[in-house]
């Protein structure tokens, strides 16, 4: 073959990048390709720090492929017409890209194949997205697993593919004009200021954090991953929304186990403490994955109908948004994800139970709240997880309460974590920074933060 388009949308690496492995292999010249797509873009009026993260990352690539001889070639537009057009210009004989599972996705990958195929270009999807593809593993007489826990089981059973390795080389086509990445308020003109800890985007960025994690913390993966002011978890999802990170590569970094065969791949290293929690982790994010493949109206849908009456209350849900409820353990997480656009997984639970489950206030405008805020907002993920919270998704126990005030008590006992993102109570000492209504009438005005209008 002697030219082929690599259309990158969450794959922005060149290590582990299966359709950017098969192209340099199988093709002279290869043209990597980001379209910033208008029709999403739209979607991302509030995203500012999603959309921060992203140039960060294609910054980074851009570096990366230039650095081996290519470039990274950028349009805005329609992400199928634009794709169409390179292909055409360059005479291209196929385009590869990663397969996704979002609607969006699904939707332009059929439209990419019936536009090329008029052209007699041919797209070929490759995985990358996940650990397991999302259609490889079925159970019988299913399209999907509805259930983690035998998924899990089959996932731990499945066959790792080789980990694919980073082009040494590769020749742009010539002519072609790489374009420049726009600036973010060009993008986003009226959206909010990026979030003051954002993290910095890429694969340099990514991989180094990877590499500092995998060598120490992930030792405390099983026993401190929910401890809320530990600070003892990865902060590698924005890394791997993106695609900066391989999933497969992470979880093969902390070291294999006899549950994973991964013919031809990089040796690991010796199974690291905490390597199986990670997997597990690693595992839900698949599980969500292979869930939004085949049904992609999770983002809008209840994925099990239950009929439950949400109640319509935008006082609540406005301070619920601020991190103004009352409760501080939730305020606490909601701070975060305005300070950082990251929050806390356990955090997350929390937040979103006391919405759906006390407050009674719809999935769908909790959800959409994280994705205007949340750097790794991802539709499998975030939809997938704020379902399950609700009772509507994959939860085999749709009743289960998460009781803040327990949860506070049993994953911040010493209140760290809430004087850490709640300023107003950082001066009350020990486990009564949980429960501030206890304080006299006097003291809690001069606090100056709101009784719970519900206590947990």
């Known amino acids: ?30 043209l990597p390709l980001f379209v910033f797509d208008d029709a999403m873009l739209a979607g991302l009026h ?13 910054r980074c690539l851009r570096a990366e492929l230039r650095r081996r001889g290519g470039d990274l070639v950028v349009r805005r537009g329609d992400a199928v017409g634009e794709t169409v057009r ?11 890209c990663s397969e996704d599972v979002s609607g969006y996705a699904q939707r332009r990958a059929a439209a990419l194949t019936s536009d090329l195929k008029r052209c007699r270009v041919e797209l070929r999807l490759h995985p990358g997205i996940t650990v397991v593809p999302p259609g490889e593993l079925r159970p019988a007489g299913g399209s999907h697993y509805r259930v983690f826990t035998p998924y899990w089981r089959a996932w731990q059973a499945a066959t790792w593919r080789p980990l694919a390795a980073a082009p040494p080389r590769l020749r742009l086509p010539e002519g ?11 993008l986003l003109p009226h959206g909010p200021a990026t979030s003051a800890g954002l993290q910095t985007g890429g694969e340099q960025a990514g991989r180094a954090r990877m590499r500092a994690w995998t060598a120490g913390p992930v030792t405390a993966q099983e026993d401190r991953h929910d401890d809320l002011a530990a600070d003892a978890t ?18 093969l970094a902390a070291g294999d186990g006899p549950d994973a065969h991964v013919p031809g791949a990089q040796a690991p290293g010796p199974r690291a403490p905490g390597a199986a929690a990670l997997r597990r982790q690693l595992a839900w994010r698949d599980f969500h994955h292979q869930v939004t493949a085949a049904f992609p109206q999770i983002t809008t849908q209840d994925y099990r109908p239950r009929g439950i009456g949400w109640h319509e209350d935008t006082d609540a849900f406005a301070a619920w948004c601020e991190g103004r409820t009352g409760i501080p353990i939730v305020d606490a997480g909601l701070r975060q994800l305005r300070h950082e656009g990251w929050m806390h997984n356990r955090a997350r639970l929390i937040t979103a139970a006391l919405l759906t489950k ?8 909790g959800a959409r709240h994280f994705m205007d805020w949340l750097a790794d907002g991802d539709i499998a993920n975030n939809y997938g997880n704020w379902q399950w919270v609700a009772g509507t998704g994959n939860d085999t126990r749709p009743n289960r309460g998460f009781n803040p005030l327990r949860q506070a008590r049993r994953f911040d006992p010493q209140g760290s974590y809430v004087r850490r993102w709640v300023p107003e109570l950082a001066a009350l000492a020990g486990p009564l920074v949980h429960e501030p209504w206890r304080l006299p009438a006097a003291t809690r005005r001069d606090l100056g ?3 719970p209008t519900r206590r947990p």
């Not at 073959?1 to 290869?30: F, I, S, Y």
């Not at 390179?86 to 590869?96: D, G, N, T």
């Not at 072609?176 to 060009?186: F, H, I, Q, S």
Request: aromatic share 6%; hydrophobic share 50%; net charge positive.
């Open 176 to 186: 072609v004009d790489a374009g420049e990445c726009p600036a973010l308020t060009a």
């Open 46 to 58: 509030r995203a500012q720090n999603r959309v921060a993260f992203l140039l960060d990352s294609l």
């Open 86 to 96: 390179i292909a055409r210009q360059v005479a291209a004989e196929a385009v590869l």
């Open 449 to 451: 933060y709101p009784d």
């Open 1 to 30: 073959m002697r030219t082929a388009v690599v259309l990158l949308n969450r794959d922005l690496r060149v290590h582990d990048h299966p359709a950017l492995a098969a192209a340099c292999a199988q093709a002279e010249r290869v």
């Open 358 to 365: 006390k407050l009674r206030i719809d999935w769908r405008l």
């Open 234 to 251: 990865a902060k590698l999802s924005a890394y791997l929304h993106f695609g900066c990170l391989s999933p497969l590569e992470f979880a």
